[in-house]
């Protein structure tokens, strides 16, 4: 009887299995039909599934993948990488290469759209080894493409240019023609930073070729960008301008604002090469009103989001409620003693223990309904605190985009204008654009961090300092030693135009051309309530009277800014030491005055 009973059991235990995963292979195929149209109904559907106790581990895995990748879409990304690091976990025993490859791809994404090259980097490469391995042609070059992507955008030409190099033979033998015109347009779009003006040409000759197999219906306001802005170094204004506003063109651009706002930049940069500044303000306006409205999309959304956590009216039913039902035990004692009025002497004293329990009972739940007030309040007012913090923050980031883009405005136009000038007058305006780059690079430090005010010194000048060692025709070395303290925004925008004229300087006037050791040691220092910065070159020293220009004024002017004294020293090379009081740390209370 008892085997019957157990094979019974067995078989109901199995049937139920079966059903769950039956039930789960159903949402995993309506995820993969719907997750790009239906994201809240798809992660409805997954969390029902993962809540339970599923068995299936190949199911199970790629679930937490779809989720992730919903998650990512939503912005939620440390719940999206939590999530695809579990389902990375389930596959150690499965070993789904194809699933493997699909989650490696999209955490490269996650972490590309976060601003985090190195790790998008990473992940695209695993993704490519796997497919690879597998011959699965197409999705190697798309992920060896997007690493291209990322190497362009960090002005690593080479390694992205390599890149193209290797893929374009590859998709041809494979006959992979759709991804050609993506490929040949990154190509182009690096001649072009090159000024290498003939091979562009060639390269988007090419691209148009195979745009007929492209899948991307925006690829033609691409090519049309590219070929404008070799154009425009070409002094072909007028032919580029007809490119860009053919009507064909212009029709598609409506449906893509993202790609019709470059249009725009480009034609005001071709406008202003022809000295018709009017049109040229014209479309830069234009440029900047669609950017602007699209960075606000997101900021507006988390808005509203915040807003709507706060229904006054829902507060007011639950009060309105309390006194109703405050007001119906009020009723019930009122009733009590009307009842017992055909025996007095007996009901009385009943009547009034009960009021006096009614009274301590309402008196305590009175009272517990009132802490329970002014905790929800307490706790509203610190989830209000916490949020508009938050909105606060994001307000900020975006704040600095916009100051970053400003200024990069500002110094395209500065380009455009010193192009028109003599060659004296050209550097003037040269000299101007990278200090203005300097301060545009603090604000892009600050929006793409997680501290709206502070940035690391050391890191910061290292950067902006190997940017401007791009101009000079030899190698420098540069060596920068410094505390590891952040540094407020206010003491850092002075600095780094005082470090980018020394550095400016050094690479133009310090140095001999057959010298051997070019070298540039920049030092931070905290002594007391000092901040120390000493700069020196190996080169020839300070000349008579090459204190005398705007920059040496320049200089002076941000050094009375911050309350720094200001020495040279007679050595070899150049050496000058500022000894600064007016500065401000992370974590401390008060600045230095």
Request: charged share 30%; glycine share 4%; with cysteine.
């Amino acid at each position: 009887m008892l085997k019957y009973l157990f094979a019974l059991t067995f078989i109901c235990s199995s049937q139920l299995m079966a059903q769950d995963r039956s039930d789960a292979q159903k949402v995993l195929d309506y995820v993969n039909d719907s997750i790009y149209y239906d994201l809240d109904g798809s992660l409805k559907r997954i969390n029902s599934v993962l809540d339970k106790a599923l068995s299936d581990e190949s199911i199970k895995a790629k679930l937490l993948s779809r989720k992730a990748l919903i998650l990512d879409i939503q912005g939620e990304f440390e719940a999206c990488i939590d999530n695809y690091h579990k389902a990375l976990e389930l596959q150690k025993s499965i070993l789904d290469s194809n699933e493997i490859s699909f989650i490696y791809n999209n955490m490269g994404v996650a972490y590309y759209d976060r601003y985090r090259p190195n790790e998008a980097i990473l992940f695209y490469l695993k993704s490519a080894r796997i497919d690879s391995a597998r011959g699965l042609i197409e999705d190697y070059i798309a992920s060896m493409q997007n690493i291209g992507v990322i190497y362009s955008g960090q002005n690593n030409s080479n390694a992205a240019d390599s890149i193209y190099n290797a893929l374009i033979p590859l998709a041809k033998s494979a006959g992979y023609n759709s991804i050609l015109t993506p490929l040949y347009s990154n190509k182009t779009k690096l001649y072009v930073l090159s000024n290498d003006l003939e091979s562009a040409r060639k390269s988007i000759d090419l691209a148009y070729s195979f745009l007929q197999y492209s899948q991307d219906p925006s690829s033609p306001l691409t090519l049309a960008v590219l070929k404008g802005n070799i154009l425009l170094r070409q002094n072909k204004h007028q032919e580029a301008l007809e490119i860009l506003n053919a009507d064909t063109l212009l029709n598609l651009a409506a449906n893509f604002p993202e790609r019709e706002m470059y249009i725009d930049e480009l034609k005001a940069q071709l406008y202003f090469s022809a000295q018709k500044v009017d049109s040229a303000l014209f479309y830069y306006d234009k440029f900047m009103g669609k950017k602007d409205s699209l960075l606000n999309i997101d900021t507006q959304s988390k808005v509203e989001e915040i807003r709507s956590k706060y229904k006054l009216a829902e507060k007011d039913k639950e009060l309105a409620k309390a006194k109703a039902i405050d007001a119906q035990q009020k009723n019930v004692i009122l009733e009590e003693k009307e009842k017992s009025a055909s025996n007095r002497a007996q009901r009385n004293l009943l009547i009034a223990l009960v009021a006096v329990l009614g009274i301590i009972i309402l008196f305590f739940v009175q009272r517990y309904r009132a802490k329970q007030n002014e905790k929800r309040i307490l706790e509203d007012k610190i989830k209000a605190k916490e949020e508009l913090l938050e909105l606060k923050e994001s307000m900020m980031g975006e704040i600095h985009h916009r100051i970053k883009n400003n200024l990069q405005l500002v110094s395209s136009m500065l380009v455009l204008q010193g192009n028109l000038m003599d060659e004296p007058t050209k550097q003037k305006f040269e000299e101007s654009r990278k200090r203005i780059e300097s301060i545009s690079k603090v604000h892009e430090q600050l929006y793409t961090s997680s501290n709206y005010e502070y940035l690391n010194i050391k890191v910061f000048i290292d950067e902006l300092c190997n940017e401007l060692l791009v101009m000079s025709k030899h190698p420098i070395k540069l060596k920068i030693d410094s505390f590891n303290k952040k540094v407020h925004v206010d003491t850092i925008v002075p600095i780094a135009l005082i470090i980018n004229e020394w550095v400016t300087n050094s690479i133009k006037y310090a140095f001999d051309e057959d010298e051997l050791d070019k070298a540039i040691e920049i030092k931070f220092a905290l002594d007391g309530d000092k901040l120390l910065l000493t700069y020196s070159d190996s080169g020839k020293g300070i000349k008579d009277g090459a204190l005398i220009g705007f920059g040496s004024m320049m200089v002076k002017s941000l050094c009375r800014q911050l309350k720094a004294k200001l020495s040279l020293e007679d050595r070899k090379g150049f050496y000058s030491k500022l000894e600064i009081t007016k500065f401000k740390l992370e974590n401390e209370v008060d600045s230095h005055s």
